[in-house]
């Protein structure tokens, strides 16, 4: 069935609902990144307790990525699964829409762990997908920032102590619940006692990325605190190169204070200075500047992702045109993970680099605050599309930068509006595949993309029809659904005559399947009640 622009429009109301959170200028942002279950994470993978300085130098690589490809980023701060990013003051990045900035740099930094996982770990396998959820801090003026930073190089060093102390209690026999009491009520100096006393250890000779994190900032003509090149991280045994880059990894006991601000030139000019040093804050405080968005309760909130630069991304890797089955079924693998991952998705609806996911009515996943339920999203689809990428292009290995995507979260009132809104998404796939189909093969006949395009302005749908059958002998309708239609994904129930080991004889049990029809029509919802049942 081809559709024209006018019942396009018939849809387009839909866009209403979207709600500006634009950081108002003059606030600095900050977006705070954290792993998602990475105790599990960091268990599952072995990693060394209480740090693992290949798995913190992975989080430094990924920084600095982050920074590399952003640069309204000009300063970073990390320890053990957490990164903080400082926009520069006057940033415009995504015209300062937080759901859009928190997306990209969670994405990225996601992606970017999955691609170099095995340059610190080769002989691991990546078990599960790492992913992270992120927030915006909202600073309104350097001082807030300043205590952001003391509160969380404070933070690190708090929790690092308490950690080295609890692993060695651990490791020279205790339960973990003995190791806690031991600890219980203790202070910053009788800590210090514990491993001394009892390890040989002096807490202060210990490696300063474990007890003071690390900063990841622009590279300068001359630095006075000691600096480390990205460069050179040693992995196992070898140093990995990579090209120059145009970031250094420095540490510092002290990243809120006016001595280490005045020492990178790159700092004071994107942001400012401090006034004077600070010791001691109060977390309330700092979390009252985080930037939160709670989605209206009783509504269908839609989490719709769509790649960053994905035509640049499709033209590097050779992507065939107008469709590749191979990253549209790609695609569609992700967005099963995400379902199977997070259960109060019901449905996901993609075409081309976007996918759209519903969670159900009632949901209070995260609490219903949009940045965590867009960022575990962006995160965990992220990681799944580069760790599935051989399963689909096994002959073809990802370039730089590795793919990423931004998210929003949309909140639809009721099931009507909410339909709307997928009909408007699978109008859009009708009009831009026939388009797409249209340009590519006039293309690939000889024209250049300029005449193609002058070619197909002002035609309509039927016009595109017959111009494919006149000439180049194509029925637009024999065409993959896939490409026509799009994808649904959602939860079916499989047959009910089988048995299963793992619950009763005859009973059914749901699966995640995916299907290339037409999700407009009354039909297909009356075939499927369950998906948007709000008693379900």
Request: some cysteine.
């Amino acid at each position: 069935m081809l559709l024209s622009l006018m019942a396009n429009s018939k849809y387009e109301y839909v866009k209403s609902f979207e709600e500006e959170d634009e950081v108002m200028l003059p606030n600095l942002i900050v977006v705070r990144i954290e792993g998602r279950n990475f105790r599990r994470f960091s268990d599952v993978h072995k990693f060394e307790k209480p740090n693992d300085e290949k798995a913190l130098n992975l989080m430094n690589t990924c920084a600095a990525a982050i920074l590399e490809e952003y640069p309204d980023i000009v300063f970073s701060y990390g320890f053990r699964d957490e990164y903080s990013f400082v926009f520069k003051k006057k940033s415009a990045f995504y015209k300062r829409r937080a759901s859009k900035i928190l997306s990209v740099v969670v994405s990225l930094f996601s992606s970017v762990y999955v691609t170099k996982w095995k340059d610190y770990f080769p002989q691991m396998e990546l078990r599960f997908p790492p992913s992270f959820q992120s927030c915006i801090i909202t600073c309104a003026s350097m001082e807030v920032l300043q205590a952001y930073l003391t509160w969380r190089q404070n933070d690190c060093h708090v929790q690092n102590q308490c950690n080295t102390c609890l692993w060695m209690l651990i490791k020279c026999g205790k339960s973990e619940r003995e190791a806690q009491e031991v600890l219980k009520g203790t202070g910053k100096q009788e800590k210090n006692e514990v491993l001394f006393q009892q390890f040989g250890i002096n807490y202060k000779k210990l490696p300063p990325m474990f007890r003071q994190g690390s900063c990841i900032l622009r590279r300068a003509k001359r630095f006075k605190s000691k600096v480390e090149d990205i460069d050179q991280y040693k992995v196992g045994e070898t140093l990995v190169e990579s090209p120059e880059r145009n970031v250094v990894l420095v540490n510092s006991g002290d990243i809120a204070s006016r001595s280490f601000w005045s020492e990178h030139s790159c700092l004071l000019k994107e942001l400012g200075s401090f006034e004077e040093d600070i010791n001691k804050v109060k977390p309330e405080y700092v979390k009252s500047f985080e930037f939160e968005r709670k989605l209206l309760p009783s509504t269908w909130i839609v989490v719709r992702i769509d790649g960053r630069h994905f035509h640049r991304f499709s033209e590097e890797h050779e992507f065939e045109k107008p469709n590749d089955g191979r990253a549209l079924n790609l695609m569609n693998s992700c967005a099963v993970a995400v379902m199977e991952e997070f259960k109060d998705v019901v449905f996901s609806y993609g075409v081309s680099d976007e996918f759209s996911f519903v969670l159900k009515r009632d949901s209070q996943f995260h609490d219903r605050h949009a940045s965590g339920i867009v960022s575990v999203i962006v995160s965990f689809f992220s990681s799944m599309y580069v760790m599935k990428w051989k399963g689909f292009f096994p002959q073809k290995g990802l370039k730089n930068p590795p793919p990423s995507f931004d998210g929003r979260a949309v909140c639809y009132p009721s099931k009507e509006i909410l339909r709307d809104y997928l009909a408007w998404r699978q109008v859009d796939c009708h009009i831009n595949n026939q388009y797409n189909t249209c340009f590519w093969m006039l293309v690939k006949s000889g024209k250049s993309k300029s005449e193609a395009q002058d070619y197909l302005k002002g035609t309509r749908a039927q016009e595109k029809s017959e111009l494919l059958v006149q000439q180049f002998g194509i029925d637009y309708q024999t065409l993959p659904a896939m490409f026509r239609q799009g994808s649904s994904v959602f939860w079916d129930k499989e047959d009910p005559t089988e048995r299963y080991s793992d619950g009763p004889d005859g009973k059914s049990r749901k699966k995640v399947v995916v299907e290339h029809c037409n999700i407009i029509e009354q039909s297909f919802w009356e075939a499927h009640p369950n998906i948007l049942d709000e008693e379900r």
